[in-house]
C-alpha cells in the first residue's frame, strides 16, 4: 500500500467527524444575537422614540393648548400643575384630568392660520 493513499481517507474521516461535531460556538452566538438586533430595531427604539415624543408633549404643554386625552375627550387647556391638567371642553364647563391622560396635542393657537382679507 501507498502511503499517500491513506490521506484522501484521513481526510474525509476528518470532515465526517466536524459535520458530526454540530455548530461551533460562534456559529451559535450569531443567531440570537442578529434577533436582538432585529428586535431593538423593530420594537425598542420605535417605543423609546414614542415615548421621547410624549414626555415632550407633557412638559411643553401650556394654558390655550387643544388636546385629545386616552378617553377620547378633546378639549382647550386652562391651566397646567405638575400632574393635573385642567380642560375646558364646553362653555363654563371644566374637567380635571391627570397630565398623563394627555396624549395628542390637536392644534395650537399660534399655529392657526389666521384669515386674510382681500
Avoid: C, H, W
Avoid at 454540530?22 to 442578529?34: D, K, Q, T
Avoid at 397646567?80 to 384630568?97: G, M, P, R
Wanted: no cysteine; net charge positive; aromatic share 6%.
Amino acid at each position: 500500500m501507498d502511503f499517500l493513499s491513506f490521506f484522501p481517507v484521513a481526510m474525509a474521516q476528518e470532515a465526517a467527524q466536524a459535520a458530526e461535531k454540530g455548530p461551533s460556538l460562534v456559529e451559535m452566538l450569531v443567531m440570537p444575537a442578529v434577533f436582538l438586533m432585529i428586535m431593538y430595531f423593530l420594537i425598542i427604539k420605535p417605543q423609546q422614540r414614542k415615548a421621547k415624543e410624549q414626555n415632550e408633549l407633557l412638559t411643553n404643554m401650556k394654558a390655550g393648548d387643544e388636546v385629545v386625552t386616552t378617553g377620547g375627550i378633546i378639549g382647550k387647556v386652562k391651566s397646567v400643575a405638575d400632574t393635573f391638567v385642567t380642560l375646558e371642553i364646553a362653555n363654563n364647563t371644566n374637567v380635571k384630568v391627570l397630565k398623563a391622560n394627555v396624549t395628542a396635542l390637536t392644534k395650537s393657537p399660534a399655529a392657526a392660520p389666521q384669515a386674510v382679507k382681500a
